[in-house]
């Protein structure tokens, strides 16, 4: 399949799941295990593309997972929503974090 034959599906497959946001009758989206599963969702995938992002190699790296500054940046990310800082505070000390180690070359 080509490149513009995939996006043209992926277009056509995200018009359809909009058009079944509209279709779908209300009761059915008002069950509890939808409720559920809809507040959930987000934070599942968010944390999926989070693991992704940090421990997947890249091109120039050898073996399937690296432990860089990426990994150690959301360590103490995590330590600092541990802690209860506020959100601008995570973000930063995480990307401080990265740009520190690799300004040390670690990273």
Do not use: H
């Not at 593309?49 to 091109?59: D, E, R, Y």
């Not at 802690?83 to 180690?101: E, K, N, Q, S």
């Amino acid at each position: 399949m080509s490149t513009w034959a995939t996006v043209l599906v992926a277009c056509a497959l995200a018009y359809g799941l909009k058009l079944a946001g509209y279709v779908i009758p209300p009761r059915l989206l008002a069950a509890p295990r939808v409720r559920r599963v809809t507040a959930l969702l987000p934070v599942a995938l968010l944390a999926a593309l989070v693991g992704v992002q940090t421990f997947v190699a890249s091109a120039d790296q050898a073996g399937p997972l690296a432990l860089d500054s990426r990994a150690a940046a959301v360590v103490v990310a995590v330590a600092a929503l541990l802690l209860r800082a506020p959100f601008i505070v995570v973000v930063l000390l995480g990307a401080a974090t990265a740009a520190g180690l690799r300004a040390l070359g670690l990273g």
